[in-house]
């Protein structure tokens, strides 16, 4: 085996671990990280965070980083854990921090095994496919805005796509960590309601991203995120309206 074989190979473990994590927890973990674990162990979770609170933030990110990572069921379950445990806030700020550093671990691995390459070849490409990454390159930041705000597109996804069409780290991790904030505040407030929920032993209300007053906030948002590349729609090549 060459030496840039076995490189290649090498940098391609990060994803392979990404994606197996992935295939295992869908089998292994599908009825442990959820609702009902939380709801059955939620008073011993709060000792243990009225005991040692700050061992309690950083496992609870540790955990919720994991999570992430690998993409294992159970992200919206740790998110409401977060505001069941933290409150509002701080909450949604563990919440939000602990899920852009796992998004970032994805984003690594995607591009260590697959989007240098990949990019390096869009780059180089004529055609269709050169144009495709001319645009993309353009509205960055408005498509990873868009990505992470459209409560429809998959988390996962949203951590891949970037990656594989070169988008550099440091805007990946600032539109990861402004863009969940919107829905990331919704389910903390969520969760820091689970008391009640628990008390009266029912499940937590999930659609209420779906409500006009918090949905319709959510796609203007959104539009917003393409204003730019509206404008320069209509612009056109010479910048002329």
Same mark, same amino acid.
């Given at each position: 085996?060459?030496?840039?074989?076995?490189?290649?190979?090498?940098?391609?473990?990060?994803?392979?671990?990404?994606?197996?994590?992935?295939?295992?927890?869908?089998?292994?973990?599908?009825?442990?990280?959820?609702?009902?674990?939380?709801?059955?162990?939620?008073?011993?979770?709060?000792?243990?965070?009225?005991?040692?609170?700050?061992?309690?933030?950083?496992?609870?990110?540790?955990?919720?980083?994991?999570?992430?990572?690998?993409? /294992?069921?159970? %992200?919206? =379950?740790?998110?409401?854990?977060?505001? $069941?445990?933290?409150? @509002? &806030?701080? *909450?949604?700020?563990?919440?939000?921090?602990?899920?852009?550093?796992?998004?970032?671990?994805?984003?690594?691995?995607?591009?260590?095994?697959?989007?240098?390459?990949?990019?390096?070849?869009?780059?180089?490409?004529?055609?269709?496919?050169?144009?495709?990454?001319?645009?993309?390159?353009?509205?960055?930041?408005?498509?990873?805005?868009?990505?992470?705000?459209?409560?429809?597109?998959?988390?996962?996804?949203?951590? /891949?796509?970037? %990656?594989? =069409?070169?988008?550099?780290?440091?805007? $990946?991790?600032?539109? @990861? &960590?402004? *863009?969940?904030?919107?829905?990331?505040?919704?389910?903390?407030?969520?969760?820091?309601?689970?008391?009640?929920?628990?008390?009266?032993?029912?499940?937590?209300?999930?659609?209420?991203?779906?409500?006009?007053?918090?949905?319709?906030?959510?796609?203007?948002?959104?539009?917003?995120?393409?204003?730019?590349?509206?404008?320069?729609?209509?612009?056109?090549?010479?910048?002329?309206?």
């Amino acid at each position: 085996m060459s030496e840039q074989t076995k490189g290649g190979l090498i940098r391609r473990l990060p994803l392979v671990a990404v994606l197996l994590g992935a295939v295992l927890g869908a089998v292994l973990l599908r009825d442990t990280l959820s609702f009902a674990t939380l709801a059955r162990h939620h008073d011993s979770l709060l000792a243990f965070r009225d005991a040692h609170f700050v061992q309690a933030v950083a496992v609870f990110m540790a955990l919720y980083v994991v999570i992430v990572a690998f993409s /294992l069921p159970g %992200a919206t =379950v740790a998110t409401l854990a977060g505001g $069941f445990l933290f409150g @509002t &806030f701080p *909450g949604v700020l563990f919440n939000v921090t602990a899920a852009t550093l796992g998004a970032i671990g994805v984003f690594m691995a995607a591009r260590w095994g697959l989007g240098e390459g990949l990019a390096a070849k869009m780059d180089a490409s004529d055609g269709r496919i050169a144009r495709i990454k001319r645009g993309i390159d353009e509205s960055q930041w408005s498509m990873l805005f868009l990505i992470r705000l459209v409560p429809v597109i998959p988390f996962f996804v949203a951590n /891949l796509l970037p %990656a594989l =069409v070169g988008v550099p780290l440091s805007r $990946f991790a600032i539109s @990861t &960590f402004l *863009g969940i904030i919107p829905g990331g505040l919704v389910f903390t407030s969520v969760g820091a309601g689970l008391g009640e929920v628990f008390a009266r032993g029912e499940a937590p209300d999930l659609s209420v991203i779906f409500e006009p007053h918090i949905l319709l906030p959510l796609l203007g948002l959104s539009a917003l995120s393409l204003l730019p590349v509206i404008l320069r729609k209509l612009r056109g090549p010479k910048g002329e309206l």
